[in-house]
């Protein structure tokens, strides 16, 4: 499977952050990981992405072609976040995969990730879980493309 071009990890948890980005690295997934520890570092970077506001040759900005978003943090929680990145252009969001990989199992979070059109995942991230959302990608890849 072709290597990602990059992947967001959004969690106040600076430890998950680091054991899922040993993952990918690892899983070889990716050359370019940026984590954020709330949802507004997160979005502000994205909305940056998306309008091309950032200098093109610098390599810590990318767009992410898979994201994984905690839902409770402080100052801008996972389900505030989504609500901006909604906004964002759709171009810019179609070939993006948006997961939120929380320790919640409440039912009331998990429809909620649907209203989003985003996968949900509990806590911790795992090889199989990575390569579900990756086999799931490439096929939306190849829908996009026929």
């Known amino acids: ?3 990602l071009t990059g992947v967001l990890l959004i969690d106040d948890d600076d430890t998950t952050n680091f054991l899922n980005q040993r993952l990918l690295d690892r899983m070889k997934v990716t050359d370019h990981v940026r984590t954020f520890v709330n949802g507004k570092q997160a979005f ?6 998306s309008n ?7 390599q810590d900005y990318f767009k992410p072609e898979l994201i994984f978003l ?3 943090m402080p100052v801008m929680d996972g389900f505030e976040m989504l609500d901006l ?10 070939n993006i995969i948006m997961a939120v990989l929380t320790t919640s199992t409440h039912q ?5 990730s649907k209203k ?3 996968e949900y995942l509990t806590k911790p991230l795992t090889i199989e879980k ?3 959302l990756l086999e799931k990608h490439q096929a939306t890849q190849d829908e996009n493309k026929g």
């Not at 091309?52 to 610098?58: I, M, Q, R, S």
């Not at 990145?85 to 179609?94: G, Q, T, V």
């Open 116 to 118: 989003y059109k985003a």
């Open 52 to 58: 091309n506001n950032y200098e093109v040759d610098n």
């Open 108 to 112: 009331q979070d998990t429809a909620n």
């Open 130 to 132: 990575v390569n579900a």
């Open 1 to 3: 499977m072709k290597k």
């Open 85 to 94: 990145y909604e906004r964002l252009d759709a171009d810019f969001r179609k």
């Open 44 to 49: 502000d970077y994205l909305y940056n992405v």
């Open 70 to 72: 905690d839902i409770n």
